[in-house]
């Protein structure tokens, strides 16, 4: 009886959600992932699964066993690759969550950098703007971006990025500039339903104090993409960070309006699960990341 095999091919199905799945993740047949998992059932005396013949689900005992094992298994992999870092290359697999935006405009063009410099490295990478718990869906790390919440994680600073309202200059020539926040309410407005301000728009006023207006959207879209691109377009304002519409404002192909009104500045960070130590391919991912970003280039 091998229990971290069993724990390895239960966490594997989960994950994969299908015994199918599951068994071509791990190289194995579907007929010897069944009974691992069978076994595994009967020596805890507890139905870890919930089976049908459409889908495959863990029940509430089994999603508690699969969150240990998914600590189990990675406390288990940082201690063999604590030990081999000594002999040779990091290796293994990272698996991170990073936001679509960033993740698709400044992540995508080094992730070929990094798997150059350490070839026997692997990456499983999810871009979503869903906060993951990273623990419980097994993540090694995540870029986020925003005021961090209160965790148990820790976080290392990449960068910074300014959000700034802004509109095409065909647009504005069509339209009028605005020369107060509240002027905003006359315009057509594409706003980013995952903000976590929602609608709310609070600036920073010349003299000092907080302005916040709340616009009314003639667009909204979960992407922020969609919201620079329908702007590019003359379709209305747009409030993005730099990151996303830096390249535009510095091209002249948008252009920044209420200048004068300072919004939040928003922080970059990498974060991931606290543990005792921290795994060298994690370690060289994180150092790569604060490396990348010394100096951005979106402002």
Known sequence: MDR???????AAVVDAGSFTAGAEVLGMSKAAVSRHVAELEERLGVRLLHRTTRRL??????????????ELLANLEEAEAEISSG??????????????????????????????RHPRLALDITLSDRVADLVE??????VRIGQLAPSSLISRRL?????????????????????????LLGHDVISYSLSASGE??????PGGGEVTVRVAPRVR????????????QHQGIIFQP?????????QGTLREILPGYRAAELGIHVVYPSRKFVSPKLRLLVDFLVEAFTEPDWD
């Not at 005992?61 to 998914?70: K, L, M, S, V």
């Not at 935006?101 to 070929?112: D, K, V, Y």
């Open 4 to 10: 971290f095999l069993e724990m390895k091919v239960f």
């Open 57 to 70: 689900s863990p029940t509430s005992e089994g999603e508690i066993f699969h969150a240990r094992c998914r």
């Open 87 to 116: 002999v040779g290359e990091a290796s293994g697999l990272l698996k991170l969550n990073v936001p679509v935006s960033f993740g698709l405009m400044h992540l995508a063009p080094l992730w070929p950098i990094f798997m150059a």
């Open 137 to 142: 869906e097994g993540y090694d790390a995540a």
């Open 159 to 183: 960068a910074s990025t300014r959000m700034v309202v802004c509109a095409s200059p065909d647009y504005l020539a069509r339209r009028g500039e605005p020369a107060h926040p509240a002027d």
């Open 200 to 205: 709310n728009w609070s600036f920073a006023r």
């Open 221 to 232: 879209t979960n992407s922020g993409d969609t919201c620079r691109a329908a702007a590019l």
């Open 242 to 250: 730099t990151f996303i519409v830096g390249q535009d404002l510095a």
